[in-house]
């Protein structure tokens, strides 16, 4: 995410640079039209923040039914934003992470090696709703865990910091792949396609980086 400093308020700009291209199984069709998505989360988040200035700056009170939602909504609409940037910029050169890399090592010691990881991980994506799965690393005890996220906003743990983000709201994948219910792959078959696009090199690079962190609990 990149921030605008002109302004009082938080506020984002669309990362272009992170809209994936030529992959395998997933359309540009289906990427442009999530992208689209995407942007209006951006928008929101950037609408949302300056209503509350503003309510601010009016003097007026943000505890009353005319403006508490502005406030609530925010979850929704930053984790819809941040959500679909770790998403797509992890989308690109697909393979496995390299055998002998860090990734490997934790997901060894925390789930018993990849596979029984990447089992795990594909179970909670076929969860019936509309969501997230994230991969996601606690400071405190220095271990990776899985975690369903309903919307945007219900089911993050505060403090732990995502690795890998997967998008599994039906946008993602029936413009591809249909859904079960119409007899088309639906899911199961975008799920797939997924771990054929991932970018290891992006996951191992943020898995570095959490590694650094200390956590204050």
């Known amino acids: 995410m990149s921030e605008i400093n002109q302004i009082p308020y938080a506020a984002y700009k669309v990362r272009q640079d992170l809209k994936p291209k030529g992959l395998d199984g997933l359309s540009e069709k289906a990427i442009d039209q999530h992208w689209k ?5 951006v928008t929101n988040t950037n609408l949302l923040n300056k209503l509350v200035w503003d309510t601010g700056e009016a003097n007026k009170e943000l505890n009353n039914a005319e403006h508490s939602e502005i406030q609530r909504r925010l979850g929704f609409e930053y984790n819809g934003m941040v959500l679909h940037e ?9 393979g496995a992470p390299s ?3 860090p990734l ?6 925390d789930f018993k090696g990849y596979e029984r990881w990447k089992k ?13 799965v994230v991969l996601s690393y606690d400071p405190f005890l220095k271990r990776l865990n899985n975690f369903w996220i309903t919307d945007h906003e219900v089911g993050h743990v505060a403090g732990f910091v995502p690795i890998l983000v997967m998008d599994v709201w039906e946008h993602a994948y029936v ?11 639906g899911r199961p078959a975008y799920l797939e396609a997924y771990f054929k696009n991932i970018n290891w090199n992006v996951v ?14």
Do not use: C, P
Request: net charge neutral; charged share 20%.
């Open 37 to 41: 998505l995407y942007e209006g989360y």
């Open 86 to 94: 770790h998403y797509f910029s992890a989308l690109g050169k697909g």
């Open 99 to 101: 055998s002998d890399s």
């Open 104 to 109: 490997m090592s934790q997901l060894s010691k």
């Open 120 to 132: 795990q991980f594909i179970q909670i994506g076929n969860f019936r709703g509309v969501g997230w």
């Open 175 to 185: 413009l591809d792949f249909g859904s079960l219910a119409s007899g088309g792959l």
């Open 204 to 217: 191992e690079e943020r898995l570095q980086n959490a590694l650094t962190l200390k956590s204050d609990r």
